[in-house]
């Protein structure tokens, strides 16, 4: 936390809000540094950043201890953080097996303070404790206390004899506010070094789609000859050249069908084969009467019944059967004629050219 907060007397709320339930899953679990950012830029929109703090007794090097919340409007910090207990809820000593501790997490606020709501403005720093350079040097530096330091300067063997002088000795007085302006300094050089690391270890991460650079994208895109649709989501846009290799292999099938639609709507559909629309009789029929598909389904039409033309080559027919309408509606609401569209788009692009397809809702329950 903040140099001003920690250092006053703090309030401990033990129920950490809903709307922090992520935040508090990662103080809870103990994420690594890099897979804790992953997880909250999946599931929150706010600014995620990480500050370096000397490890203590009993804590995993590299994973998060405490999760900061900076409002934006200005104002005292809040935070979320791990308390160690044991089983029937006492506090763990350090000595405790880890096997043995739980981690339950906390939010700390400042003495008089209510807990705010998290806005997406709202900036999360991550604490993630290290073994800074000060473990190489003396204990002074590596604690708060204060010490005396005592440096003996030997007299020379002359002025031994000639003077009788004896040897000389230095006190000097390190308080701990020299200690810890020495060692914030050192952590200069900690925060230096551990970025240029990172980014060392992040280079496997420039060809992983999920975790890349969307600038990346297209270029990983080009290794697999997939054609790159910019227009598509950030996470469709990944899902897609991750699963390139497999849906060119599946290109055609239904199973590669049912997938690619799956991956670009997020509709559940089941891909009919051999199944023909159902035929003109008469008296029993119904005729399409919108020009267009949405336009069908925004006046809740029944399925059409189509005419078969003789003298023409044998075609073939498949049903793209979807949920039921209702399950339809509540999925995507206002963006139902738009999903459909684009699902009618997608088939008529990845089925075979001489097949024809039909797209039906489920039945009712």
């Excluded at 000397?54 to 953080?81: D, F, K, Y």
């Excluded at 267009?292 to 044998?314: K, M, S």
Aim: contains cysteine; charged residues 25%.
């Amino acid at each position: 936390m903040s140099t001003e907060l920690a250092t006053r007397e703090l309030g401990v709320i033990s129920q950490v809000p809903g709307d922090l339930k992520y935040i508090e899953d990662v103080v809870r679990v103990s994420f690594p540094i890099h897979a804790a950012r992953a997880y909250l830029r999946r599931h929150m929109g706010n600014v995620v950043r990480f500050r370096l703090v000397e490890a203590r007794r009993s804590e995993r090097v590299g994973h998060v201890r405490l999760a900061e919340i900076m409002p934006t409007g200005g104002g005292e910090p809040m935070a979320v953080r791990a308390k160690r207990v044991l089983p029937d809820g006492t506090p763990a000593t350090l000595y405790t097996p880890d096997d043995l501790v739980m981690l339950e997490p906390e939010l700390v606020v400042a003495p008089g303070q209510r807990p705010f709501s998290i806005t997406p403005h709202d900036e999360v720093i991550l604490h993630v404790p290290v073994r800074g350079y000060t473990r190489y040097l003396p204990a002074i530096f590596q604690g708060a206390s204060p010490t005396t330091r005592r440096d003996i300067i030997p007299a020379d063997e002359v002025s031994q004899r000639r003077w009788g002088a004896k040897d000389q000795t230095i006190t000097t007085d390190v308080s701990a506010e020299n200690a810890d302006t020495f060692r914030r300094f050192l952590f200069i050089f900690q925060h230096l070094m551990t970025t240029v690391v990172e980014k060392v270890e992040q280079l496997p991460s420039l060809t992983d789609p999920i975790n890349a650079d969307p600038r990346f994208l297209p270029w990983i895109a080009s290794w697999v000859n997939f054609e790159f649709d910019a227009s598509l989501a950030i996470h469709e846009q990944r899902e897609l050249v991750r699963r390139a290799i497999r849906l060119y292999r599946m290109r055609g099938t239904v199973e590669g069908v049912e997938e690619m639609v799956r991956v670009l709507t997020s509709a559940p559909v089941k891909l009919l084969e051999c199944e023909k629309p159902p035929p003109v009789v008469l008296g029993g029929c119904y005729l399409a009467g919108g020009p267009t598909l949405p336009d069908r389904y925004l006046a809740a039409e029944p399925p059409a019944h189509f005419l078969y033309p003789r003298n023409r080559p044998v075609t073939r027919y498949f049903v793209l059967l979807l949920e039921s309408r209702s399950r339809f509606e509540r999925r995507f609401g206002e963006r139902a004629t738009d999903v459909l569209r684009r699902i009618s788009r997608i088939v008529s692009t990845e089925k075979p050219a001489h097949v024809q397809f039909t797209i039906r809702f489920e039945d009712e329950d």
